[in-house]
């Protein structure tokens, strides 16, 4: 996809948090030149695995991720120095003295960049306190404000009342960011639910997609956009034992999510009907294959072109659908109704609904 952003230059507009799994590693590995210059993915590493390592090495030239190891141990295979390419260290108010150190040096080795990240639920210990630890990270990693990108996470919005109450949080986190000159500033949120596995089966169902509503509110703010993709933000959920064919697949402030169950079939028989389901339903986009890589597999699908994937297959279809997804709509002119990809007409909606969002809503 190559959104039209009207001759800007090429910044990065969105940060997406993606595990450092297979899924979420192929849709990145996937990103055209003009859709990699726009999207800054933050890297979540649960584990140092040398698969992993090489997948990062080899992503798009254009895109340079933020890699964030707070949970790894403090050893020297952590250091992003060590990994062979630039990499943006993502760095957070605890981090170790060794740590900082480390990191300043991986920052120094790309530019001099770095980001911060904010954790609006945990890092509430008041503005005097942020302060001084904001000063101490930047004397040990000798890097200055305006060196680092500032992210504010929010953590998991999974109904209206999570969105009223991470707005005041995030705000008052803002509110103390405007102390300081960022270079850039955004504000991310996971709408996914912790688990999919109560939801029907064999028919699209259709997911508010409230860390979007959340940046919405947010709108006066000047924050940019940031997510978890389309799993939770919840560390150690998202149904890793359910084994039935899954798509997530992102729409105008929804999620359509397709987990087929239906008896009497193969897994390709299975996947094949899910995806023709799909293809046929008025949130598929008009350009159709061509609007990501992830679209032109399921419609590969679709028409039997392919075997039936596995759940890390389903994971990247989906995930890079979601990024074209977000960059399209972030770069729709503000007068649109729609992005210039949707149907001329609407036709009644398929599925179920769940949540009080209007599919237009997003």
């Known amino acids: 996809m190559v959104p039209a952003h009207g001759g800007r230059a090429a910044e990065p507009v969105y940060r997406p948090i993606l595990a450092s799994r297979r899924g979420e590693l192929d849709a990145l590995s996937h990103l055209d030149p003009a859709a990699a ?88 210990a008041g503005s005097d306190a942020s302060t001084a630890a904001m000063e101490r990270i930047w004397r040990l990693t000798a890097l200055a404000s305006e060196e680092c990108d500032l992210l504010v996470d929010a953590g998991d919005v999974c109904c209206p009342a999570d969105v009223r109450a991470a707005e005041p949080r995030v705000r008052r986190l803002l509110d103390w960011a405007r102390r300081h000159a960022w270079r850039s500033v955004t504000v991310a949120a996971g709408g996914m639910p912790p688990t999919l596995s109560r939801l029907p089966t064999d028919e699209p169902i259709q997911l508010d997609r409230w860390d979007w509503q959340l940046w919405q509110r947010l709108a006066d703010a000047g924050v940019d956009y940031g997510d978890y993709g389309v799993r939770p933000a919840v560390p150690g959920t998202g149904d890793p034992g359910d084994k039935l064919p899954t798509v997530r697949y992102t729409d105008d402030g929804s999620w359509w999510v397709y987990r087929w169950a239906r008896r009497g079939g193969r897994g390709d028989d299975r996947v094949a009907d899910l995806c023709r389901t799909l293809v046929s339903a008025p949130h598929w986009p008009s350009s159709g294959a061509a609007f990501s890589w992830g679209d032109h597999e399921l419609l590969r699908r679709a028409r039997r072109g392919a075997g039936a994937g596995s759940a890390a297959n389903w994971a990247a279809w989906s995930t890079s659908h979601h990024l074209a997804h977000v960059l399209t709509t972030l770069f729709r002119p503000s007068g649109d109704a729609e992005p210039e990809w949707r149907p001329r007409s609407d036709p009644p909606q398929r599925g179920r609904s769940r949540g009080g969002m209007s599919r237009r809503a997003g």
């Open 37 to 124: 210059a726009l999207i800054a993915p933050i890297l979540e590493i649960g584990a140092i695995e040398r698969s992993t390592m090489d997948t990062v090495r080899r992503l798009p030239p254009g895109l340079l991720p933020a890699v964030d190891v707070s949970a790894l141990p403090d050893t020297p295979e952590a250091e992003l120095t060590r990994w062979g390419v630039p990499l943006v260290p993502v760095i957070g108010l605890a981090e170790s003295d060794h740590r900082l150190v480390a990191h300043g040096a991986a920052a120094r080795a790309c530019g001099r960049r770095a980001l911060v990240r904010l954790r609006a639920r945990q890092d509430r």
